[in-house]
């Protein structure tokens, strides 16, 4: 608790610091403080990296011609469309003594976050879509990974790519609240 104490109360100093007494506004700097960085230009757009793509063995079945396994690839994707995934597997109940309650179907959610994530095999793609008679892109995942560890592992996976490995638990909790 001090040293979260101490922590604030420099962080306010550094804050009085560098405000503009003239003003109230604060000063838009380019300088370096012996450890940090404050140069603002690394998080302008353009800057930054395009997520990786990551390849992993999900499943030892999948072998090609020479009986190599063959690793699928994901691919980080944005904040926006992990807004727009969970809008669209979030519902509304009316709870009594609480009103209208947002409830997110959290195992659908990061599904569809493993599907999107996915880059090959593409589950979304027409051919597999028809080979396995559905539409659905998140039942073609479970027909193609039929053995339940390696759906588990494929949605680990995706999870990982996407930052969320240490969250998932307090995610459930939150939506089931």
């Given at each position: 608790?001090?040293?979260?104490e101490s922590?604030?109360?420099?962080?306010?100093?550094f804050?009085?610091s560098?405000k503009?007494?003239?003003k109230?506004?604060?000063?838009h700097?380019?300088?370096?403080?012996?450890?940090n960085?404050?140069?603002l230009?690394?998080?302008?757009?353009?800057?930054?990296?395009?997520a990786?793509e990551v390849k992993?063995?999900?499943?030892?079945?999948?072998?090609?011609k020479?009986?190599?396994?063959?690793?699928?690839?994901?691919?980080?994707?944005?904040?926006?469309?992990?807004?727009?995934?969970?809008?669209?597997?979030t519902?509304?109940?009316?709870v009594?003594?609480?009103?209208?309650?947002?409830d997110?179907?959290?195992q659908r959610?990061?599904?569809?976050?493993?599907?999107?994530?996915?880059?090959?095999?593409?589950?979304?793609s027409?051919?597999?879509r028809?080979?396995?008679?559905t539409?659905?892109?998140v039942e073609?995942?479970?027909r193609?990974?039929?053995v339940g560890?390696e759906?588990?592992?494929?949605?680990?996976?995706a999870?990982?790519?996407n930052?969320?490995?240490?969250?998932?638990?307090?995610?459930?909790?939150?939506?089931?609240n």
């Amino acid at each position: 608790m001090k040293r979260l104490e101490s922590t604030f109360k420099k962080w306010m100093c550094f804050l009085h610091s560098k405000k503009n007494k003239s003003k109230g506004v604060f000063k838009h700097e380019r300088k370096t403080n012996k450890n940090n960085v404050y140069d603002l230009s690394f998080f302008m757009p353009g800057q930054t990296t395009e997520a990786e793509e990551v390849k992993s063995i999900i499943s030892k079945r999948f072998v090609d011609k020479e009986g190599k396994v063959i690793p699928f690839v994901f691919k980080a994707i944005t904040t926006e469309r992990i807004d727009e995934l969970e809008k669209e597997n979030t519902t509304f109940k009316n709870v009594k003594g609480r009103g209208r309650v947002k409830d997110l179907d959290s195992q659908r959610f990061f599904t569809y976050i493993a599907v999107e994530s996915t880059i090959y095999p593409d589950f979304k793609s027409k051919e597999l879509r028809e080979a396995y008679g559905t539409q659905d892109p998140v039942e073609v995942a479970k027909r193609v990974l039929s053995v339940g560890g390696e759906y588990a592992n494929w949605l680990n996976k995706a999870i990982e790519v996407n930052g969320f490995e240490d969250e998932i638990e307090d995610l459930e909790t939150e939506a089931k609240n």
